[in-house]
């Protein structure tokens, strides 16, 4: 950040008093900038024992495979978020969404949150952002093309529990090297 948002004048970074953390402030109309994580809201969309995974059409990993998902914008809720961006990377309609995965990704001050949820038919495309949509079985999930970790976590949690169709909420933290720690 290098301009106040509030007035234009050019910002410089300190510890406003009774803070701990580097701020951006503008000494002119004396706003703190604070910048906080960002959440990134997807679903898994199953359809009978196969679920649903879109091939990016934009940087990053364009032409990796991954969930639905995206930025949450201001205003909705998480599975708003995560059903607008279903309906605009897969032009698909989910149902029964459940909270399934929440993996914190501290590095690049992110939050990733998946709801489970069936499709509610198979009325699914590519949206701009996605090159092609399509449904996988397990035994066909391209692994090693699969764009975030989050992604390939969020996979590998839903398959092993699906052998007891049990799927408590999970709870990930990522760590730069994509080491995973279980919490
Ligand atoms: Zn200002």
Not at 94 to 114: E, T
Not at 141 to 153: G, N, Q, Y
Not at 162 to 177: C, D, H
Request: proline content about 5%; aromatic content about 10%; charged content about 20%.
């Amino acid at each position: 950040m290098k301009f106040c948002s509030q007035c234009g004048n050019p910002v410089i970074q300190r510890i406003p008093e009774g803070d701990s953390r580097l701020r951006y402030v503008c000494e002119h109309c004396q706003t703190v900038h604070y910048q906080n994580p960002n959440i990134v809201a997807g679903s898994l969309p199953i359809w009978g024992s196969q679920v649903l995974l879109c091939r990016r059409a934009i940087e990053p990993r364009m032409g990796y495979w991954t969930l639905p998902a995206g930025f949450m914008e201001n205003g909705e809720t998480v599975e708003q978020a995560a059903r607008r961006e279903t309906a605009e990377e897969a032009c698909a309609t989910l149902r029964g969404l459940s909270l399934y995965m929440l993996v914190d990704v501290p590095h690049i001050s992110q939050v990733h949150v998946f709801y489970r949820a069936e499709l509610v038919d198979l009325e699914f495309a590519a949206g701009v952002e996605s090159l092609e949509v399509r449904l996988f079985d397990e035994a066909d999930i391209p692994w090693s093309e699969l764009a975030f970790m989050t992604v390939k976590r969020t996979l590998e949690c839903f398959f092993a529990d699906r052998i007891q169709q049990v799927y408590p909420v999970r709870t990930e933290s990522l760590a730069p090297l994509q080491q995973i720690k279980k919490t």
